[in-house]
């Protein structure tokens, strides 16, 4: 059980790498869709790709299965966790409605699509590594790991409930620095503004 929530972790990350990567290449306006905790995780890809990881011993021997699997488990994970984003925190990381085939906006078939190469990718080429990496970090150290997580994931619902808005979470974006103040008075209107 302790090596499953490593990889969680292990695979949250990457999908925020994954995001962070895919929005800074897309030049999106909103500069990810990194999902719910402070830390650099993304737990919709985490959550995905467990579900692909619980199959994957009986699918491993059949990527079109393991593909089409990979597809159906993270698109149900993707769409739960839009589900109890917007219900429960009432925010929103992501909108698909531009995107052709979607349902209500939450999951779209050309991310399904992705989620295939992601689940062979996962299955094939990084569990092996994954799997070694969980093994190799200490047993007392997921206590602490789990605990900290728990307490990002209550400070996170706190922020997002108040604010009603993902943005609070972008604490690595590059924002403008602040450039001091100067009174100035606007010659049309007369006004002066700060």
Request: net charge positive.
């Given at each position: 059980?302790?090596?499953?929530?490593?990889?969680a972790v292990?695979?949250?990350?990457?999908?925020?790498?994954?995001e962070v990567a895919?929005a800074?290449a897309a030049?999106l306006?909103?500069?990810d869709?990194?999902?719910?905790?402070?830390?650099?995780?993304?737990p919709?890809?985490?959550?995905g790709?467990?579900?692909?990881?619980a199959l994957?011993?009986?699918l491993a021997?059949?990527?079109?299965?393991?593909a089409?699997?990979?597809a159906?488990a993270?698109?149900g994970a993707?769409y739960?966790?839009s589900?109890?984003?917007?219900?429960?925190?009432r925010?929103s990381?992501?909108d698909?409605?531009?995107?052709?085939?979607?349902?209500g906006g939450?999951?779209?078939?050309?991310f399904?699509?992705?989620?295939?190469?992601?689940?062979?990718?996962?299955?094939?080429?990084?569990h092996?590594?994954?799997a070694?990496?969980?093994a190799?970090?200490?047993?007392?150290?997921?206590?602490?790991?789990?605990l900290l997580?728990g307490?990002?994931?209550?400070w996170t619902?706190v922020?997002?409930?108040?604010t009603?808005?993902?943005d609070a979470l972008?604490?690595?974006a590059r924002?403008?620095?602040?450039?001091?103040r100067?009174v100035?008075?606007?010659k049309?209107?007369?006004?002066i503004g700060?």
């Amino acid at each position: 059980m302790r090596e499953w929530f490593w990889y969680a972790v292990f695979y949250s990350f990457l999908g925020f790498l994954l995001e962070v990567a895919y929005a800074r290449a897309a030049r999106l306006d909103k500069r990810d869709r990194k999902c719910f905790y402070f830390l650099p995780l993304c737990p919709v890809y985490g959550l995905g790709a467990l579900l692909i990881l619980a199959l994957a011993p009986l699918l491993a021997g059949r990527p079109v299965l393991l593909a089409l699997w990979s597809a159906a488990a993270a698109t149900g994970a993707e769409y739960a966790m839009s589900l109890f984003y917007e219900k429960l925190l009432r925010v929103s990381f992501w909108d698909y409605s531009g995107l052709p085939w979607n349902l209500g906006g939450r999951v779209c078939l050309p991310f399904s699509l992705c989620w295939c190469g992601l689940g062979l990718l996962t299955v094939y080429g990084l569990h092996p590594l994954a799997a070694a990496l969980a093994a190799a970090i200490p047993a007392w150290l997921t206590l602490p790991a789990a605990l900290l997580l728990g307490a990002d994931a209550l400070w996170t619902a706190v922020v997002l409930h108040r604010t009603g808005s993902t943005d609070a979470l972008l604490w690595y974006a590059r924002r403008p620095r602040r450039q001091a103040r100067a009174v100035r008075g606007d010659k049309k209107s007369g006004i002066i503004g700060i």
